[in-house]
């Protein structure tokens, strides 16, 4: 499966922040009820601070639903998938991803 850039395929939604040697940080701003782009991250920490309820759509078809509170933090090995606001909120968060 090709590697998609996320602030390349969903420019709308995600920005890159910093980069350097060791990590790239995203920002995500993912209005209610919207989805972005399929798309790939190496090894990440994602830091919600604003959350919803989160689909994440793996390319098998699989979802993966998350209750993401404020605050809420995760971390995933290199994956693919696709995410959606399924809540009625506003999500904000900072994704770390780990270069290696």
Same mark, same amino acid.
Do not use: C
């Given at each position: 499966?090709?590697?998609? #850039?996320?602030?390349?395929?969903?420019? #709308?939604?995600?920005?890159?922040?910093?980069?350097? =040697?060791?990590?790239?940080?995203?920002?995500? =701003?993912?209005?209610?009820?919207?989805?972005?782009?399929?798309?790939?991250?190496?090894?990440?920490?994602?830091?919600?601070?604003?959350?919803?309820?989160?689909?994440?759509?793996?390319?098998?078809?699989?979802?993966?639903?998350?209750?993401a509170t404020d605050g809420h933090v995760i971390w995933n090995d290199a994956w693919?998938?696709?995410?959606?606001?399924?809540? #009625?909120?506003?999500?904000?968060?900072?994704?770390?991803?780990?270069?290696?």
């Amino acid at each position: 499966m090709p590697y998609n #850039d996320p602030a390349v395929v969903s420019p #709308d939604i995600y920005q890159v922040v910093l980069e350097n =040697d060791f990590v790239r940080v995203l920002q995500m =701003d993912l209005p209610a009820g919207q989805s972005d782009s399929q798309h790939s991250h190496p090894a990440v920490t994602v830091i919600f601070i604003k959350g919803s309820k989160v689909e994440f759509t793996l390319p098998d078809g699989q979802v993966i639903e998350l209750e993401a509170t404020d605050g809420h933090v995760i971390w995933n090995d290199a994956w693919t998938h696709t995410v959606k606001n399924a809540g #009625d909120t506003d999500i904000r968060a900072y994704l770390v991803e780990t270069k290696r």
